[in-house]
Each structure stands twice: as structure tokens, then as C-alpha cells.
């Protein structure tokens, strides 16, 4: 199954359409990516912690390129 959407090189958010970044306002992007983690909340999430992600949403695990 291949991904779908593209990942911010900046924040690894998840977007399906659009040029800018909705978390952080990057206009770089990569289809190349790689797994998904779905933050629901961030602030007790050890997960997102441990990534950096301070956002609720669909974030990429590995980016490439």
C-alpha cells in the first residue's frame, strides 16, 4: 500500500493537498516517506515527545530525500 499525501520536511506533518505547511508554514515537501504515527495528544504522548511534535494530527516516521 503506498503513502498517500506528502510530508513537511520541517515538522513530518502529513498533508493530503495545499503548498504550505498548515503547523509550521514550510513550502518543503517530500512524497518519500515512510510509516505514520497519529498524535491525538501531544502533551502526555511519550512518543511525540521523544519526535518533537507539539500538534495534534498524521506525522511521518521516516522521510527520505
Same mark, same amino acid.
Given at each position: 500500500?503506498? &503513502?498517500?499525501? $506528502?510530508?513537511?520536511?520541517? %515538522?513530518? $506533518? *502529513?498533508?493530503?493537498?495545499?503548498?504550505? %505547511?498548515? *503547523?509550521?508554514? /514550510?513550502? /518543503? !515537501?517530500?512524497? !518519500?516517506?515512510?510509516?505514520?504515527? *497519529? #498524535? #491525538?495528544?501531544?502533551?502526555? &504522548? /511519550?512518543?511525540?515527545? $521523544?519526535?518533537? @511534535?507539539?500538534? #495534534?494530527? $498524521?506525522?511521518? @516516521?521516516?522521510? /527520505?530525500?
Amino acid at each position: 500500500m503506498a &503513502s498517500k499525501g $506528502k510530508a513537511c520536511r520541517q %515538522c513530518r $506533518k *502529513v498533508i493530503e493537498e495545499g503548498d504550505k %505547511c498548515p *503547523v509550521c508554514g /514550510s513550502t /518543503s !515537501f517530500t512524497t !518519500f516517506w515512510r510509516g505514520y504515527v *497519529v #498524535i #491525538i495528544n501531544p502533551e502526555q &504522548s /511519550s512518543i511525540a515527545q $521523544k519526535m518533537g @511534535l507539539t500538534t #495534534i494530527g $498524521k506525522h511521518a @516516521l521516516r522521510l /527520505s530525500r
